[in-house]
Nanobody
Framework: VQLQASGGGLVQPGGSLRLSCATS????????IGWFRQAPGKEREGVSC????????YYSGSVKGRFTMSRDNAKNTVYLQMSSLKPEDTAVYLC?????????????????WGQGTLVTVSS
């Protein structure tokens, strides 16, 4: 099982970025995928999640309305479209595979993690 996040970079406040999470070693359609982020000196926090069977999406309060998560099972890739970015969105963003098809708020549900991609929001 492998996951690899990409697409991070430096963006000005108010800008947009699209992150990708390329997956391999499992059938993406069978599992929920979550995006998490960790800012310097802070704990890792959940950002969003997309389930597999009905592609239901869930967002943390801090990103709801600004971030959109989607999946392309044919390409084995999950995306996180980020808009109206704020300096407080600066963090390393990581994607992780859940143990089940549905999203969960329990961190222990996510057992496979990819390397993160750094997003820096600054003028």
């Amino acid at each position: 099982v492998q996951l690899q996040a990409s697409g991070g970079g430096l963006v000005q406040p108010g800008g947009s970025l699209r992150l990708s999470c390329a997956t391999s070693g499992f059938t993406l359609d069978d599992y929920a995928i979550g995006w998490f982020r960790q800012a310097p000196g802070k704990e890792r926090e959940g950002v969003s999640c997309i389930s597999s069977k009905n592609s239901s999406t869930y967002y943390s309060g801090s990103v709801k309305g600004r971030f959109t998560m989607s999946r392309d099972n044919a390409k084995n890739t999950v995306y996180l479209q980020m808009s109206s970015l704020k300096p407080e969105d600066t963090a390393v963003y990581l994607c992780a595979r859940a143990s089940y098809w549905y999203c969960s708020s329990y961190r222990s549900t996510y057992v496979h993690w990819g390397q993160g991609t750094l997003v820096t929001v600054s003028s």
